[in-house]
């Protein structure tokens, strides 16, 4: 079975300040993760992912991500963050032993940048 | 061009309706997905196609049926709904790999409401 934790449903910033997103992550076997995000009655947008390699992750949008094995997180992070970041973040993992393509998303965190 | 359509934008059905959604990509991909989000929630797996053959099926209910007419169209065909089947519908498609490392790309979603 495969699992994602996000555990801050909101995370509150001023703008240009650091944006940290949090995601933990179970699987069995290495995993697949992924980065989302959705504006407002719109679909998920992709950031960014890790396969394999290098354990910072550069994305779209100045977003970046640390693949952490030890402590399996995946945390997204962006040094100065913009009033148009507000949105809803979904990590997302799949581990190769999955079924088909399946991928197995955390319950969201909405950030809310402030001017 | 990484888009994927979708139509309609919204759809208000009743209960005794029969309805189709519908979702386009000309990204080549061959792996297509329909999802169900419910609001502030992530999106939840309803069907996965592949190669054009559904491969997974999440025991949605048989009033959805899901058709994969060619590589580059996937329709949603809803027939007698419940309220509670009131969502944004996504359709997703992603490359097809045997580890599954590729992302997936989502249509902007039908607004479905079922009254």
């Known amino acids: 079975a495969q699992s994602v934790a996000q555990p801050e449903d909101q995370v509150n910033v001023a703008e240009g300040n650091p944006l940290t997103v949090k995601c933990t992550y179970s699987?069995?076997?290495?995993?697949?993760l992924f980065w989302y995000v959705q504006y407002p009655n719109r679909g998920l947008q992709f950031l960014l992912k890790?396969?394999?390699?290098?354990?910072l992750v550069k994305g779209s949008y100045g977003f970046e991500a640390e693949f952490n094995k030890s402590q399996t997180s995946f945390h997204l992070k962006k040094p100065s963050a913009l009033v148009s970041d507000s949105a809803l973040y979904f990590c997302?993992?799949?581990?190769?032993?999955?079924?088909?393509?399946?991928?197995?998303f955390g319950g969201g965190t909405r950030v809310l940048v402030k001017p | 061009d990484t888009e994927v359509t979708q139509t309609p934008k919204h759809l208000v059905m009743g209960m005794t309706n029969k309805k189709s959604l519908k979702c386009e990509q000309h990204?080549?991909?061959?792996?297509m997905y329909w999802y169900k989000q419910k609001a502030k929630k992530p999106p939840e797996l309803m069907f996965v196609?592949?190669?054009?053959?559904?491969?997974i099926n999440e025991s949605v209910p048989s009033r959805f049926s899901p058709e994969c007419p060619n590589s580059s169209l996937l329709n949603l065909h809803l027939h007698a709904l419940q309220p509670e089947d009131s969502a944004l519908y996504l359709c997703?498609?992603?490359?097809?790999?045997?580890?599954?490392?590729?992302?997936?790309?989502f249509g902007p979603g039908t607004r479905l409401t079922v009254t």
């Open positions: 699987v069995s076997g290495n995993p697949y």
């Open positions: 196609y592949s190669y054009e053959k559904l491969s």
């Open positions: 990204m080549g991909h061959r792996a």
């Open positions: 997703a498609s992603s490359q097809v790999s045997g580890t599954g490392s590729y992302e997936q790309y």
């Open positions: 890790y396969i394999t390699g290098d354990n």
């Open positions: 997302a993992v799949r581990s190769f032993k999955a079924a088909g393509n399946k991928l197995t």
